[in-house]
Nanobody
Framework: QLQLVESGGGLVQPGGSLRLSCAAS????????IAWFRQAPGKEREGVSC????????EYADSVKGRFIISRDNAKNTVYLQMNSLKREDTGIYYC???????????????????WGQGTQVTVSS
């Protein structure tokens, strides 16, 4: 059974850092693109970042460019989201999602992904 499990969320002060992990089980991540999404209270889910199956292509939302870094370790079947210089507006539940995408690409649109994790809460507050 294909499963994604997020971890690494928590409470952090503004300006701090967190590293989220998305661990896959039941399948090999090598052939899948991965994306991170987040949903803040009262807001729609938004794409944060994505990485292609080889890691050759990445994308970031404008709001996180220069602060977040997505990476993958296929040997560990895990994708990471390093979040630096966190702001209060980064607060939300963070989800990872995966699916086959063509041409070693990735996307930050939710409809592109069929498999989703349960999410991990990130709270940025002093």
């Amino acid at each position: 059974q294909l499963q994604l499990v997020e971890s690494g969320g928590g409470l952090v002060q503004p300006g701090g850092s967190l590293r989220l992990s998305c661990a896959a089980s039941g399948f090999t991540l090598d052939y899948y693109a991965i994306a991170w999404f987040r949903q803040a209270p009262g807001k729609e889910r938004e794409g944060v970042s994505c990485i292609s199956r080889t890691g050759g292509s990445t994308e970031y939302a404008d709001s996180v460019k220069g602060r977040f870094i997505i990476s993958r370790d296929n040997a560990k079947n895990t994708v990471y989201l390093q979040m630096n210089s966190l702001k209060r507006e980064d607060t939300g539940i963070y989800y990872c999602a995966t699916d086959h995408l063509p041409n070693d690409g990735c996307a930050t649109e939710a409809y592109e992904y069929y498999y989703w994790g349960q999410g991990t809460q990130v709270t940025v507050s002093s």
